[in-house]
């Protein structure tokens, strides 16, 4: 038969103190990470139906001819309404793609005019 464990209320509350911070940590660290190394492949299923390229300069204008001609060619992710970063930033959050990073010079068929 096996003695009950016995912990002192002291011991039990620096436990407690120590596992929830080791938690808080952990828990913010993902987040970071995630949002470095999630960028969006040009060969995922969506992309290709979107017609999603790191270049815009790429795009395939036959299949996608929204960027097509001289209003085309001025349309780029870092100047799209969904693009959730700055201009200046290489990569950031789009919508369409559950806020997975899109490329600033990328672009795909959802494009919008910032207003
Ligand atoms: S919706 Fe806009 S920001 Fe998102 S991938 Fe398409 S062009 Fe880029």
Same mark, same amino acid.
């Given at each position: 038969m096996s003695k009950p464990i016995q912990i002192r209320r002291r011991e039990f509350l620096k436990f407690s103190l120590k596992a929830g911070s080791t938690a808080v940590a952990l828990g913010a660290i993902p987040i970071t990470l995630l949002a470095q190394d999630d960028k969006v492949a040009e060969d995922e299923a969506l992309s290709q139906a979107m017609g999603y390229? +790191?270049? &815009?300069?790429?795009?395939?204008t036959a299949k996608?001819?929204?960027?097509?001609?001289d209003a085309g060619a001025n349309q780029f992710c870092y100047n799209c309404? +969904?693009? &959730?970063?700055?201009?200046?930033?290489e990569f950031a959050p789009c919508s369409i793609f559950q806020n997975r990073l899109v490329a600033g010079k990328g672009w795909c068929n959802a494009w919008v005019a910032k207003s």
């Open positions: 390229v +790191l270049d &815009a300069t790429k795009t395939d996608f001819p929204k960027r097509a001609g309404a +969904l693009y &959730a970063g700055e201009e200046s930033a």
